[in-house]
């Protein structure tokens, strides 16, 4: 039989899961109760894959930008939005400074197809990776 991934949220309600019960798979002793999930069992799929990528890369934006093929404010609100996950406080300053440079990169973006140096394919593609 193969293992599932432990799912983190609710599928219905997005609350938080918690295990109810744990079973040897050598011997089959089994513990029931209610056991606290880590902070990183909480994160998205997603979320998860980028902090793979982002330790990976050793916390290296460059990298990780070269490596998902995203832009540094996309990096920057990634790393935000997994720290907000995890629980942590996030500098309203430094959100904002995500937000004003994933704006500045839209800008960009829709310059570039207006002056006709990419193609609107192009151009969604990038806008997606915001």
């Known amino acids: ?49 980028f902090v793979e990528t982002f330790l990976r890369c050793r916390g290296n934006i ?3 930008e070269r490596e998902l093929g995203i832009s540094y404010p996309t990096v920057r609100g990634r790393l935000e939005n997994v720290l907000e996950a995890l629980g942590y406080r996030v500098d309203p ?16 973006i829709l310059d570039a197809l207006n002056r006709g140096e990419i193609s609107s394919e192009e151009a ?7």
Request: proline share 3%.
């Open 1 to 49: 039989m193969q293992a599932r991934k432990m799912p983190g949220r609710c599928p219905v309600c997005n609350s938080e899961m918690v295990v109810t019960r744990l079973r040897c798979t050598h011997c089959d002793t089994a513990l029931e109760g209610t056991f606290e999930l880590s902070k990183f069992a909480r994160l998205t799929r997603e979320q998860l894959d």
């Open 62 to 64: 460059k990298e990780v």
């Open 93 to 108: 300053a430094a959100a904002e400074e995500v937000t004003q440079g994933k704006q500045a990169r839209r800008k960009e």
């Open 124 to 130: 969604l593609k990038q806008l997606k990776t915001l």
